[in-house]
């Protein structure tokens, strides 16, 4: 079983990460993002590690279903995280809706970062975009979730991770997503949506703090 992570910041969808031990052979990440020192590749699984749990609800992360385009980002602290030589292979929310199927098109961006709150939009010039393509979502106990090119997490800088929702349209106000909060202060999750036009990850526009 490979680890599983829930994080919680101010109030922001609880997160599932899966992670796996060491560097798949032949991964492609640039260099800047690779351990140093001796290290050898191992795809072990790993045990589940979970951070943050709640039962409390909220529609604008990581995505704004009652909207036709949003994003967010998230700040993920390495007190949290805390894990040595792994690779992030999984992403995943906890839906609390109850629509079956619910698909979106998204783009999900990672990067390390020295920031320890997140109060206004970072540009995604020294992210990697580790996932483009359909997420589907189910009611249930399950996370929705979607692999992703691997990601590896060097556990020394905090986590940022960036949702695109692209796909024209939207559903229900009833489509949300379990959120964690936390105490009063920690600026940790940001975002914003509109009915207009997609966000270009060139260029994302200024956010609110959520």
């Given amino acids: 079983m490979k680890k599983i992570l829930h994080f919680s910041a101010r109030i922001f969808a ?6 796996a031990v060491g560097l798949p052979p032949g991964t492609a990440i640039p260099s800047d993002k690779l351990p140093s020192g001796d ?4 795809m072990l699984p790993d045990d589940p590690v979970v951070i ?37 292979e999984r ?4 839906y609390a809706g109850s629509t079956v199927g619910l698909d979106f098109q998204i783009e999900i961006w990672m ?15 020294d992210f990697i975009k580790v996932y483009d393509g359909t997420w589907v979502c189910n009611p249930g106990t399950a996370f929705s979730s979607v692999e992703i090119d691997p990601f590896y997490y060097n556990n ?24 964690t909060p936390t105490e009063a202060g920690n600026n940790w999750c940001i975002g914003l949506w509109n009915d207009g036009s997609a966000y270009n990850p060139n260029n994302l526009p200024a956010a609110n703090t959520i």
């Avoid at 998230?74 to 007190?79: A, G, K, P």
């Avoid at 020394?156 to 959120?179: M, R």
């Fill in 52 to 88: 943050g749990t709640s039962t409390q609800i909220y529609l604008g992360i990581p995505v704004n279903a009652w909207y036709g385009y949003s994003f967010s980002q998230t700040l993920y602290l390495q007190s949290e995280l805390n894990v040595q030589d792994k690779v992030i």
């Fill in 39 to 42: 290290f050898v590749p191992d």
């Fill in 91 to 94: 992403v995943g929310y906890h």
């Fill in 111 to 125: 990067s390390h970062t020295q920031l320890t709150e997140l109060t206004q939009t970072v540009q995604l010039t």
């Fill in 156 to 179: 020394q800088d905090n986590l940022i991770i960036t949702v695109i929702e692209k796909k024209p349209g939207y559903t229900s106000s009833s489509d949300v997503f379990y959120a």
């Fill in 14 to 19: 609880i997160l599932m990460i899966m992670l």
